[in-house]
Nanobody
């Protein structure tokens, strides 16, 4: 399972750090890529950032580039999303996602954590 934490209410310009731990038999011995998606009210879920297990290479959406930083601790099967210079339009439920490294799609999802940025 994937368990997120770290969401909350923050003023515009502030920062938050999200964490996600992948636990359980499905992830204990397999290499997984991990990422973050978000869904704002009335909008579709969108990609935010991801980090590859083997190369450590990170990728970001245009809106996250330069403001958000994704990192991971492979030993702990944990991924982090440091969000700086937050804007009201970053308000959304943020979901952690995982896939085995040989998969093309993210198939495992957390329950989501709400991030609210006030203006």
């Amino acid at each position: 399972q994937l368990v997120e934490s770290g969401g909350g209410l923050v003023q515009a310009g502030g920062s938050l750090r999200l964490s996600c731990v992948a636990s359980g038999r499905a992830f204990s011995t397999s290499a997984i890529d991990m990422g973050w998606f978000r869904q704002a009210p009335g909008r579709e879920r969108e990609f935010v950032a991801a980090v590859r297990r083997n190369s450590g290479r990170a990728s970001y959406s245009d809106s996250a580039e330069g403001r958000f930083t994704i990192s991971r601790d492979n030993a702990k099967n944990t991924v982090y999303l440091q969000m700086d210079s937050l804007k009201p339009e970053d308000t959304a439920v943020y979901y952690c996602a995982a896939r085995y490294t040989y998969q093309s799609s993210y198939n495992y999802w957390g329950q989501g954590t709400l991030v609210t940025v006030s203006s």
